[in-house]
């Protein structure tokens, strides 16, 4: 089954620098989303980004996504110790909506 | 409360026990999801549903069993208990809207599995 792996694996930034994270896949997807974990809660959905778009904006978050190199990144401008948590991929494949996640992100923002 | 609701938030049982998690939504959404969280393997689809009394395997449904007779529930079972069935487990849900693409997932707050 085709999987978001994500890239880097740990971020440790300051607060007000922005922070970019990639994510690739194998195969063809219908769409491909972002959510973040904070530790020890379930997921929050952060942006859905389909595959017939490039970008997406949502706040803070801009995530692009390229499907000839079936990969995406989702950048974080100024970012807030707030920001700090676990930042996941997930894809959806055409045919159903199964979504299938990648490892995470551990994102650290330092005051 | 609206949203979606798992139940219950903390367990532990013993191996070779019947243990069943519940999940709520009151959203009405018609795919529900139930996922496992691992450290080294991220999240993994055990079971999904598109709709009621549909359901189907995900990535890694051995030893685990569900039903969904009404739309907001979908247990989750697992029939025999096992210690490699310890982790986090979170129940998802999804509006179908139509079309050709798919919405995003809303998960639970999880439940947390132990298994002695």
């Known amino acids: 089954s085709q999987q978001g792996e994500e890239d880097p694996q740990a971020l440790s930034i300051q607060e007000g620098e922005n922070a970019t994270m990639n994510c690739s896949y194998k195969t063809s997807i219908n769409n491909l989303q972002w959510y973040r974990q904070n530790s020890g809660r379930g997921l929050v959905h952060l942006i859905l980004?389909?595959?017939?778009?490039r970008e997406k904006h949502s706040g803070r978050l801009r995530v692009t996504l390229d499907t000839s190199k079936k990969s995406s990144s989702l950048l974080i401008t100024a970012s807030r110790a707030a920001d700090t948590a676990s930042y996941f991929c997930a894809t959806a494949p055409w045919g159903n909506n199964r979504l299938a996640f990648g490892k995470g992100n551990q994102v650290v923002v330092i005051p | 409360d609206a949203g979606i609701t798992q139940s219950p938030r903390y367990k532990i049982t013993e191996t070779g026990r019947q243990v069943t998690l519940m999940c709520h939504q009151t959203w009405s959404h018609s795919y529900m999801f139930w996922y496992r969280q691992d450290l080294g393997h991220g999240l993994r689809l055990i079971y999904y549903s598109a709709a009621a009394d549909i359901t189907d395997k995900g990535e890694v449904p051995d030893g685990y069993v569900v039903s969904r007779s009404k739309t907001e529930n979908f247990p989750l079972t697992l029939e025999s208990a096992t210690r490699s069935q310890t982790s986090v487990y979170f129940c998802?849900?999804?509006?179908?809207?139509?079309?050709?693409?798919?919405?995003?997932?809303?998960f639970g707050p999880g439940t947390r599995l132990t298994v002695l």
């Open positions: 998802a849900s999804s509006e179908w809207t139509g079309g050709f693409f798919y919405n995003e997932q809303f």
């Open positions: 980004i389909r595959s017939n778009e």
